[in-house]
């Protein structure tokens, strides 16, 4: 095994743990929304993208419709489409691989992938696939742990558990808030989704702060 496989397998799990370690808050706080162990596992296997399936859980558990949790899980996969096309080239895939690659092209595995780049293409497809899989391998088996651990407390919301999804959102969003205009942003959509909470549906005021953060992004120079 080369140096250059090394070092980039050495990143791909590094960040692989890390990030799959967090599947045990998901798991928890699933089951703190009132999703059973299989349904909170079958979201990780089958929508595996964090941000979304915490969205769903949130807004389905506050007692939104499953179709504003849809909603707000697309709004907040949509990224996952940009990096696609970015790792399209480099990639290569057709037919069953080309799915494969689908399901795994999240923030971890394009941004590892990316890491490779002075490394050459080839570290550039492993450090993709290592750590997608990886990812996708660490965060379902935690996922698992998370909801067994919140089920066997007997009820997870006398634990504080229920707190968990806007502790999550709240942990995923903070690094992003860099800037003043970031924070700005931050604080227009807190002030905009308790202001329409009272008269809209469960969901649909997280819905609205996207459309405001697509009127910031269109105003910026």
Request: hydrophobic share 55%.
């Amino acid at each position: 095994m080369s140096a250059t496989t090394k070092s980039t397998l050495r990143d791909s799990f590094s960040v692989s743990l890390t990030v799959g370690m967090y599947g045990i808050a998901f798991g928890a706080a699933s089951v703190a929304a009132g999703f059973s162990v299989l349904q909170s596992c079958l979201l990780s296997l089958l929508t595996f993208s964090g941000a979304s399936q915490f969205a769903v859980i949130g807004v389905i558990g506050s007692g939104g419709s499953a179709l504003s949790g849809i909603a707000t899980a697309s709004l907040l996969g949509f990224r996952n489409g940009l990096y696609g096309a970015r790792m399209a080239p480099i990639l290569k895939v057709i037919g069953i691989k080309r799915l494969l690659a689908a399901h795994v092209t999240i923030d971890e595995s394009t941004g590892v992938a990316l890491m490779q780049e002075s490394r050459g293409e080839d570290a550039m497809r492993l450090g993709f696939w290592a750590t997608g899989w990886g990812v996708f391998l660490f965060w379902n088996l935690f996922t698992l742990a998370g909801a067994l651990g919140a089920q066997a407390m007997g009820n997870p919301a006398a634990w504080g558990l229920d707190a968990a999804v806007p502790a999550a959102f709240l942990g995923l969003v903070w690094p992003r808030l860099d800037s003043h205009r970031t924070r700005l942003l931050a604080l227009c959509a807190i002030a905009l989704a308790i202001s329409l909470t009272p008269l809209l549906p469960a969901g649909l005021p997280i819905i609205a702060t996207a459309f405001l953060a697509l009127a910031f992004g269109l105003t910026q120079k």
